[in-house]
C-alpha cells in the first residue's frame, strides 16, 4: 500500500471507529481524539480546502509551520491525497501556519496562499482579526464536505517531502523496524512529543499509519504526566 490514500483506506476498512489520532496539550489541558472515520473527514476538508481555496495542484509543495498539533496530521494527510510535497523550504507554494507563525509569513500573502489555524480547542476561528490576505482555516474548513476525490491520484512515485516518495514514505512494517529499530508492533499505540510536521517527527504519524495502529501526541509535556498519559491511553510504545 504505497500511497497515503491507500493506507487511510486500509484503516478506515480495518476499523473506521478506533482512535487514530489522540492529542494532549499539557499546558491547557486539551485532549483531542480522532477515530479512522473522524480523520478521514479533516483530511478530506483540508483536501478540499488546499484545491479549492489554496488553488494547489499535485506535484506543489506544501510548508507546514505547525507546532506538535492535531492539525499537523490532517494537513499532512491532506498533502499527501492531493499530491503535494511537504517541504521545509522557504520558498514554498503555500504555507500552513499557527498564531506563532503569523509574523512570518503573513507579509507574503499577496504571493502565496498562507492558511493559519488558530490552534484553540475544536479549530475553532481566531478571535482576532488575521492579517489582510491570510486565510482563517478555522473558518474557511468548515464549508468543505466530509468527502473528496483527487481527479488526478498522486502516485507512489510522487514526492511526498523533499527527499521522500510516498512509496518511500510508507514502506513495509519489516522495513521499518530494521530502519528504525522500532518498538511498535502492528496495531500497537506510540506516545510521542515530537512534532509529526518535521523530518524527523514524521515517523511518529506514518508508522503508526502504515502499521494499523494509532498516535498519542502531546504537546508542552510535562514530565510528571507522560507516565499517566501512557498508561490511560493504552500507548505500547515511545518515540
Not at 504505497?2 to 499539557?26: I, K, N, S
Not at 483540508?46 to 506535484?59: F, K, M, N
Not at 509569513?105 to 491570510?134: D, Q
Request: aromatic fraction near 6%; hydrophobic fraction near 45%.
Amino acid at each position: 500500500m504505497p500511497t497515503f490514500a491507500e493506507v487511510l483506506a486500509a484503516q478506515l476498512r480495518r476499523d473506521p471507529g478506533r482512535p487514530l489520532l489522540t492529542f494532549y496539550d499539557h499546558a491547557t489541558d486539551e485532549r483531542v481524539e480522532l477515530s479512522a472515520t473522524t480523520y478521514a473527514n479533516w483530511v478530506a476538508k483540508a483536501s478540499g480546502l488546499l484545491t479549492d481555496v489554496a488553488d494547489l495542484e499535485r506535484g506543489m509543495s506544501l510548508r507546514i509551520d505547525l507546532p506538535p498539533h492535531w492539525l499537523s496530521p490532517v494537513f499532512l494527510g491532506a498533502a499527501w491525497n492531493v499530491g503535494l510535497r511537504v517541504t521545509t523550504a522557504d520558498d514554498p507554494d503555500a504555507v500552513v501556519c499557527g498564531p506563532e507563525g503569523l509574523d512570518a509569513w503573513a507579509p507574503r500573502a499577496a504571493a502565496i496562499p498562507v492558511l493559519a489555524c488558530s490552534l484553540r480547542p475544536l479549530g475553532v476561528r481566531f478571535a482576532e482579526p488575521l492579517p489582510a490576505g491570510v486565510l482563517d482555516v478555522g473558518v474557511e474548513i468548515w464549508s468543505q464536505p466530509d468527502g473528496w476525490a483527487a481527479w488526478d491520484p498522486p502516485t507512489a512515485d510522487d514526492l511526498a517531502t523533499d527527499t521522500l516518495t510516498q512509496r518511500q514514505l510508507f514502506p513495509s512494517p519489516t522495513d521499518l523496524t530494521a530502519a528504525a529499530g522500532s518498538s511498535l508492533t502492528d496495531g500497537g499505540r506510540l506516545l510521542s512529543v515530537a512534532d509529526p510536521a518535521s523530518p524527523p517527527g514524521m515517523a511518529t504519524f506514518t508508522e503508526p499509519l502504515g502499521r494499523g495502529g494509532s498516535l498519542v501526541l502531546v504537546r508542552n509535556p510535562d514530565p510528571d504526566r507522560l507516565d499517566g498519559v501512557y498508561d490511560a491511553e493504552r500507548a505500547t510504545a515511545r518515540a
